[in-house]
Protein backbone atom coordinates (compact mmCIF):
# COMPACT_ATOMS: atom_id res chain seq x y z
CA UNK A 1 0.00 0.00 0.00
CA UNK A 2 1.04 3.68 -0.70
CA UNK A 3 0.14 7.05 0.68
CA UNK A 4 0.05 9.84 -1.58
CA UNK A 5 0.61 13.80 -0.27
CA UNK A 6 -0.30 16.63 -2.68
CA UNK A 7 1.31 20.01 -2.13
CA UNK A 8 2.43 23.15 -4.44
CA UNK A 9 -1.39 23.87 -5.15
CA UNK A 10 -2.38 27.95 -5.35
CA UNK A 11 -3.67 30.89 -6.61
CA UNK A 12 -1.54 31.98 -9.94
CA UNK A 13 -2.16 34.51 -12.65
CA UNK A 14 -2.81 33.43 -16.38
CA UNK A 15 0.01 32.60 -18.00
CA UNK A 16 2.21 31.95 -14.78
CA UNK A 17 3.48 28.84 -13.61
CA UNK A 18 2.97 26.64 -10.50
CA UNK A 19 4.81 22.90 -9.66
CA UNK A 20 2.94 20.10 -8.31
CA UNK A 21 4.59 17.71 -6.39
CA UNK A 22 3.37 14.51 -4.95
CA UNK A 23 4.69 12.66 -1.97
CA UNK A 24 4.88 8.82 -1.56
CA UNK A 25 5.25 6.91 1.39
CA UNK A 26 5.21 3.05 2.15
CA UNK A 27 5.69 1.35 -0.46
CA UNK A 28 8.05 2.65 -3.24
CA UNK A 29 6.72 4.87 -5.66
CA UNK A 30 8.64 2.96 -8.44
CA UNK A 31 6.19 -0.22 -7.88
CA UNK A 32 3.46 2.20 -9.60
CA UNK A 33 2.51 3.81 -12.65
CA UNK A 34 1.79 7.28 -11.62
CA UNK A 35 -0.47 9.84 -13.09
CA UNK A 36 -1.83 13.34 -12.32
CA UNK A 37 -5.80 14.14 -12.85
CA UNK A 38 -8.09 17.10 -11.87
CA UNK A 39 -11.44 17.99 -11.36
CA UNK A 40 -13.65 20.95 -11.17
CA UNK A 41 -16.65 20.76 -8.49
CA UNK A 42 -19.52 19.11 -10.92
CA UNK A 43 -17.77 16.83 -13.51
CA UNK A 44 -15.84 14.39 -13.53
CA UNK A 45 -12.63 13.79 -12.79
CA UNK A 46 -9.82 13.84 -15.62
CA UNK A 47 -6.85 12.87 -16.56
CA UNK A 48 -3.75 15.43 -17.10
CA UNK A 49 -0.77 13.19 -17.83
CA UNK A 50 0.66 10.33 -16.77
CA UNK A 51 4.16 8.51 -16.41
CA UNK A 52 5.47 4.60 -16.08
CA UNK A 53 7.52 3.42 -13.76
CA UNK A 54 10.63 4.14 -14.94
CA UNK A 55 9.69 7.12 -15.65
CA UNK A 56 10.60 6.26 -19.74
CA UNK A 57 7.02 6.72 -21.00
CA UNK A 58 4.53 9.76 -20.05
CA UNK A 59 1.11 10.65 -21.57
CA UNK A 60 -0.62 14.36 -21.73
CA UNK A 61 -4.28 15.08 -22.06
CA UNK A 62 -4.60 17.30 -25.51
CA UNK A 63 -4.79 20.29 -22.68
CA UNK A 64 -1.47 19.56 -21.13
CA UNK A 65 0.05 19.00 -24.18
CA UNK A 66 3.07 21.28 -24.95
CA UNK A 67 2.41 23.53 -21.10
CA UNK A 68 2.71 20.37 -18.56
CA UNK A 69 5.39 18.22 -17.81
CA UNK A 70 5.09 15.50 -15.30
CA UNK A 71 8.54 13.87 -14.18
CA UNK A 72 9.65 11.39 -11.37
CA UNK A 73 12.38 11.12 -9.25
CA UNK A 74 11.89 6.98 -7.64
CA UNK A 75 14.91 7.49 -5.31
CA UNK A 76 12.91 9.90 -3.53
CA UNK A 77 9.78 8.91 -3.88
CA UNK A 78 8.44 11.61 -5.17
CA UNK A 79 6.19 12.66 -9.05
CA UNK A 80 5.93 16.17 -10.14
CA UNK A 81 4.04 18.13 -12.83
CA UNK A 82 4.95 21.12 -14.09
CA UNK A 83 2.67 23.68 -14.82
CA UNK A 84 3.54 26.15 -17.89
CA UNK A 85 1.57 28.90 -19.61
CA UNK A 86 -1.65 28.22 -17.37
CA UNK A 87 -5.29 29.45 -18.15
CA UNK A 88 -8.41 30.04 -16.45
CA UNK A 89 -9.77 26.63 -17.60
CA UNK A 90 -7.06 25.05 -15.79
CA UNK A 91 -8.97 25.27 -12.47
CA UNK A 92 -9.25 22.59 -10.60
CA UNK A 93 -8.33 20.44 -7.40
CA UNK A 94 -5.80 18.21 -8.85
CA UNK A 95 -4.80 14.59 -7.65
CA UNK A 96 -1.59 12.12 -7.66
CA UNK A 97 -2.63 8.50 -8.09
CA UNK A 98 -0.83 5.51 -8.38
CA UNK A 99 -1.40 2.70 -10.37
CA UNK A 100 -0.15 -1.06 -9.66
CA UNK A 101 -0.49 -2.08 -13.17
CA UNK A 102 2.35 -1.69 -15.83
CA UNK A 103 2.41 0.99 -18.36
CA UNK A 104 1.16 4.10 -18.41
CA UNK A 105 -2.37 4.15 -17.41
CA UNK A 106 -4.95 6.61 -18.68
CA UNK A 107 -8.01 5.54 -16.76
CA UNK A 108 -9.56 6.58 -13.05
CA UNK A 109 -10.26 2.62 -12.47
CA UNK A 110 -7.06 1.66 -13.62
CA UNK A 111 -5.55 3.70 -10.37
CA UNK A 112 -5.32 2.06 -6.89
CA UNK A 113 -4.59 4.95 -4.85
CA UNK A 114 -5.43 8.66 -4.75
CA UNK A 115 -3.93 11.80 -2.66
CA UNK A 116 -6.24 14.31 -1.23
CA UNK A 117 -5.81 16.82 -3.65
CA UNK A 118 -4.38 19.99 -3.88
CA UNK A 119 -6.34 23.24 -5.58
CA UNK A 120 -5.13 25.14 -8.31
CA UNK A 121 -6.68 28.61 -9.08
CA UNK A 122 -5.92 30.44 -12.12
CA UNK A 123 -7.16 34.07 -12.18
CA UNK A 124 -8.00 35.48 -15.56
Known amino acids: QVQLVESGGGLVQAGGSLSLSCAAS????????MGWFRQVLGKEREIVAAISRSGGSTYYADSAKGRFTISRDNPKNTVHLQMNSLKFEDTAVYYC?????????????????WGQGTQVTVSS
Open 97 to 113: AASSRFSVRLYLDEYDY
Open 26 to 33: GRPASSYG
